[in-house]
């Protein structure tokens, strides 16, 4: 090998242990070992791309299975993928074998194509050579230059066999969304193993700022012995593996139960400790005076600027307020509650039983006796529920069901890092990134008439107020916000991000249709003449309302902790689909889709100056009869 011992060793301590110190976080959670390091350090800085001095690529020609049923399953793989019948696989070709216990035996891997989801279609047809590239690299048979629209289906089917992902540890929400990319060549052809070999994983060299694959020898390897990976490397229950494992190995799922019912107390105990929320002792509801001019400290704009009400004074420091309006979450409930009891503030303990949206598939599941809710979208989990998903993934598939899904994080907004699909290897994969779960994607939804586009999309924010737990008093603005497509709905072109997802005024370049829901009311009730808005509004605020009952149920941790300083206004998106009644009647359904914490008011505190003065009256002068605003609860 070129690269030994004797060549690491120099004069690069110094430079060497200020690597580890900016990287040590990055080398340990890849579980790259210490022994490997220095090696990997040397070959970073010198840019060396040895791995084709010890490895090659094997092409295996496979015999033709005379099975008939396999046989026709080949043509059909062959049509999808005309390289079906070659393999590659990467054996070792150095001489001297490969030892496990030489600190150089670690090799950078290039990657090919790095790129977000939402740029991955355009970027297959725009950037020159890519589409070729990936298309042979994939076994995909195309000799052409320029993009033909099939091959890029195709590439972008495949790809889910091929690709990894990393995320940054550090910048903005959109930086830190998941990064995805496919290996080179050599690093694309290492096959999975059960006992493997080798292992990879993903490293960003800092000061290189560059990403690379690192691969190391989990033994001694010989000259023409395999280079394996294990492609679900750290899943250790033989379920979780099987389905992980879908998009290379076939697996029969039949047994599994599609079953999702509420998680166990644990579930909710964990979560709270991992958020070392401490909760609050016991106190007595304060009582404001009725002449009383609250001193108020907020460290969000929107309140500083937009608070006018006469019984409200805002204040510079947090010790000379009377109410804590802030845009962190508070942790520590318990020094609060002892110390300064009778300061409201603007959040619950325990509020992420329904902002979070792991949390919340798993509270609804407590509603009507454990039978679930019509009012969410089914959901299940990826960390803890694919197997239950992809059997009924299968299960729809065998009937004909429509099986669009949409894969969202737990607790990002703004359509970041969500994906739509209807392909399993998609969604599976998809576990391998941040933690998410997968929702029934709405395939029938009520649309709305723009006479400029057509028939696009829609939902619908409302602000809830929580005034308090115990007793349960819940509260709806009856100015509500609008979010509209500007591209006409329909199951096709699912990375289309202005046909398929409302949140625009995020988006650059992109159109921000504006309906004022005064406005909106008449015109809903012009296209759909059959269902007055104060008849669908009711169905909401039912659905509100089971919400809230239900994840205010149980007591802290299971449930929204009943602090009286408490108060809280929470931003609920929803959709409206079409369903049947039990009379077989066409009916629209609403459908939950989040309820955000700390909303961004801004469009509220435009279009409505007294937004703010409205919610702190009803949240805290209790003078909702003064306000626009409808009891829930």
């Known amino acids: 090998?070129?690269?030994?011992?004797?060549?690491?060793?120099?004069?690069?301590?110094?430079?060497?242990?200020?690597?580890?110190?900016?990287?040590?976080?990055?080398?340990?959670?890849?579980?790259?070992?210490?022994?490997?390091?220095?090696?990997?350090?040397?070959?970073?800085?010198?840019?060396?791309?040895?791995?084709?001095?010890?490895?090659?690529?094997?092409?295996?020609?496979?015999?033709?299975?005379?099975?008939?049923?396999?046989?026709?399953?080949?043509?059909?793989?062959?049509?999808?993928?005309?390289?079906?019948?070659?393999?590659?696989?990467?054996?070792?070709?150095?001489?001297?074998?490969?030892?496990?216990?030489?600190?150089?035996?670690?090799?950078?891997?290039?990657?090919?194509?790095?790129?977000?989801?939402?740029h991955a279609r355009q970027q297959l047809e725009q950037i020159p050579g890519l589409l070729p590239r990936m298309a042979a690299l994939m076994g995909i048979d195309f000799h052409g230059e320029t993009p033909e629209p099939p091959i890029v289906e195709l590439v972008l089917e495949h790809m889910w066999k091929y690709n990894q992902t990393y995320q940054l540890a550090q910048g903005t929400a959109e930086e830190k969304v998941p990064v995805w990319y496919i290996m080179d060549e050599f690093g694309s052809q290492v096959q999975h193993s059960e006992q493997p070999s080798c292992c990879m994983a993903p490293f960003f060299y800092t000061q290189g700022q560059l990403a690379y694959t690192v691969l190391w020898p989990l033994h001694d390897l010989q000259e023409g012995d395999e280079v394996t990976r294990d492609y679900t490397y750290g899943e250790s229950d033989p379920l979780g593996r099987s389905c992980r494992l879908l998009p290379w190995v076939p697996a029969d799922?039949?047994?599994?139960s599609t079953l999702t019912p509420e998680p166990s107390d644990l579930y909710y105990e964990t979560i709270s400790q991992e958020n070392k929320e401490l909760f609050p002792v016991d106190i007595q509801p304060y009582i404001v005076p009725k002449d009383k001019v609250l001193k108020v400290y907020s460290d969000m704009s929107q309140v500083q600027h937009n608070l006018k009400h006469p019984r409200f004074q805002l204040v510079d420091t947090e010790e000379d307020a009377d109410i804590l309006w802030c845009f962190s979450h508070i942790r520590d409930f318990r020094t609060l509650s002892e110390e300064r009891p009778h300061v409201l503030i603007n959040q619950f303990p325990c509020e992420t039983i329904v902002t979070v949206k792991d949390c919340l598939a798993a509270v609804s599941r407590r509603a009507r006796g454990g039978q679930g809710i019509e009012w969410l979208p089914e959901t299940f989990n990826l960390r803890t529920e694919l197997p239950q998903f992809v059997r009924r993934y299968q299960q729809r598939?065998?009937?004909?069901?429509?099986?669009?899904?949409?894969?969202k994080p737990w607790n990002l907004a703004r359509g970041l890092d969500t994906h739509i699909t209807n392909s399993l290897n998609y969604i599976i994969r998809q576990r391998e990134s941040t933690p998410k779960v997968v929702c029934k994607y709405i395939e029938n939804p009520v649309l709305f008439r723009r006479e400029e586009v057509g028939m696009v999309k829609f939902d619908i924010r409302y602000m809830l107020m929580l005034r308090s737990v115990k007793p349960l008093r819940l509260y709806a603005y009856n100015v509500f916000w609008l979010r509209f497509?500007?591209?006409?709905?329909?199951?096709?072109?699912?990375?289309?991000?202005q046909k398929h997802f409302t949140v625009m005024n995020y988006a650059d370049g992109v159109q921000l249709?504006?309906?004022?829901?005064?406005?909106?009311?008449?015109?809903?009730?012009?296209?759909?003449?059959?269902?007055?808005?104060?008849?669908?509004?009711?169905?909401?605020?039912?659905?509100?309302?089971?919400?809230?009952?239900?994840?205010?149920?149980?007591?802290?941790?299971?449930?929204?902790?009943?602090?009286p300083s408490s108060r809280a206004i929470y931003a609920v998106d929803l959709m409206l689909k079409w369903g049947m009644n039990d009379t077989g009647e066409r009916i629209m359904k609403p459908q939950i889709l989040e309820v955000n914490f700390s909303p961004d008011c801004a469009r509220a505190c435009l279009y409505h100056p007294s937004f703010y003065d409205h919610m702190f009256q009803t949240l805290f002068l209790d003078e909702a009869q003064q306000c626009p605003v409808t009891q829930v609860l």
């Not at 799922?253 to 599994?256: A, P």
């Not at 008849?535 to 299971?558: H, N």
Request: glycine share 8%; charged share 25%; proline share 5%.
């Open 1 to 118: 090998m070129t690269t030994n011992a004797n060549n690491m060793n120099g004069n690069n301590d110094e430079h060497f242990d200020n690597f580890v110190a900016l990287h040590s976080g990055a080398l340990q959670s890849s579980r790259i070992p210490p022994l490997y390091w220095k090696g990997l350090f040397y070959k970073l800085v010198n840019e060396i791309y040895d791995a084709g001095e010890v490895f090659g690529i094997m092409q295996v020609q496979h015999e033709s299975n005379e099975d008939e049923e396999d046989e026709a399953e080949d043509v059909e793989k062959k049509k999808s993928n005309p390289g079906f019948d070659i393999t590659c696989k990467v054996v070792v070709t150095g001489e001297g074998g490969l030892q496990a216990s030489d600190a150089s035996s670690v090799f950078l891997v290039d990657h090919a194509w790095t790129y977000r989801i939402e």
């Open 253 to 256: 799922l039949e047994g599994v």
């Open 397 to 407: 598939q065998e009937r004909g069901a429509d099986n669009h899904w949409i894969c």
């Open 485 to 497: 497509a500007n591209r006409p709905f329909s199951l096709d072109h699912l990375d289309d991000y």
């Open 513 to 563: 249709k504006q309906v004022h829901y005064d406005e909106f009311i008449p015109m809903f009730e012009k296209q759909y003449p059959l269902y007055p808005w104060k008849e669908v509004e009711g169905e909401l605020f039912k659905a509100f309302g089971e919400l809230f009952t239900i994840a205010s149920s149980r007591p802290a941790p299971y449930g929204i902790c009943p602090y």
